[in-house]
């Protein structure tokens, strides 16, 4: 199973809105709306941000929104802070063999 | 507060077997199931399997399937991560994690445990 396509790397200013792609096929986010996001510090354990494409577990911040069109689904992060810079990792559900794939992560540096 | 706490880091020789395991606490283990994810250093996260906390059902990646045991012990609330017949491509931090799903897989996981590092090498 072919990991899903996020962009390495992303940037932006504190106060700014940066948006994360995460891009599959028909067979995983383009059918099932079972999409995560994670967030990892470095030397630190993943940390879930979105559930089900759009829904943020109690303790998350507002700032950050998920979202899904066609065979892609996003991450956005408003209002960027200097504790946002980590890694951020996309998950979806695998119809074809019911599993799970995640996205190769984003870096995202906070300028 | 619902934990999971790892074993701690493993070195090991190639084409031997390692088991870590998960500790949980602050939930009803058999309410939810545990899924184990790995990260190469430096790399990206790779799902592993999951196994179901209530009747022990699992489901495996089809990459590891032919070496990867997943089992719980509902009397500890712990979870355990067998991988057998290691290379050096399984050098890896190996993460355990609450996963909603009983029957089968949830669509999410979280918390995380602290991860345990295997290293494998000659």
């Known amino acids: 199973q072919s990991a899903l396509t996020q962009p390495a790397s992303v940037s932006g200013s504190p106060g700014q809105s940066i948006t994360i792609s995460c891009t599959g096929t028909?067979?995983?986010?383009?059918?099932?709306?079972?999409v995560s996001w994670y967030q990892q510090h470095p030397g630190r354990s993943p940390k879930l941000l979105i559930h089900?494409?759009?829904k943020r577990p109690s303790g998350v911040s507002s700032r950050f929104s998920g979202s899904k069109s066609g065979t892609t689904a996003s991450l956005t992060i408003s209002g960027l802070q200097a504790e946002d810079e980590a890694d951020y990792y996309c998950?979806?559900?695998?119809?074809?063999?019911?599993?799970?794939?995640f996205g190769g992560g984003t870096r995202l540096t906070v300028l | 507060q619902v934990l999971l706490e790892q074993s701690g880091p493993e070195m090991k020789k190639p084409g031997t077997s390692v088991k870590v395991s998960c500790k949980t606490s602050?939930?009803?283990?058999?309410?939810?199931?545990v899924t184990w994810v790995r990260q190469v250093p430096g790399q990206g996260l790779e799902w592993m399997g999951w196994?179901?906390?209530?009747?022990?059902?699992?489901k495996y990646a089809e990459n590891v399937q032919d070496r990867l045991t997943l089992t719980t012990d509902t009397s500890t609330a712990t979870a355990y991560m067998e991988l057998r017949s290691l290379k050096s491509a399984d050098t890896a931090v190996y993460y355990c994690?609450?996963?909603?799903?009983?029957?089968?897989?949830?669509?999410?996981?979280?918390?995380w445990g602290q991860g345990t590092l295997v290293t494998v090498s000659s």
């Open positions: 089900g494409v759009t």
């Open positions: 602050g939930y009803t283990f058999v309410n939810y199931g």
């Open positions: 028909k067979d995983d986010v383009g059918t099932y709306s079972f």
């Open positions: 994690a609450r996963d909603p799903g009983v029957f089968l897989g949830g669509d999410y996981f979280d918390p």
């Open positions: 998950c979806s559900y695998v119809g074809s063999s019911a599993s799970w794939v």
């Open positions: 196994v179901s906390g209530y009747n022990g059902h699992t």
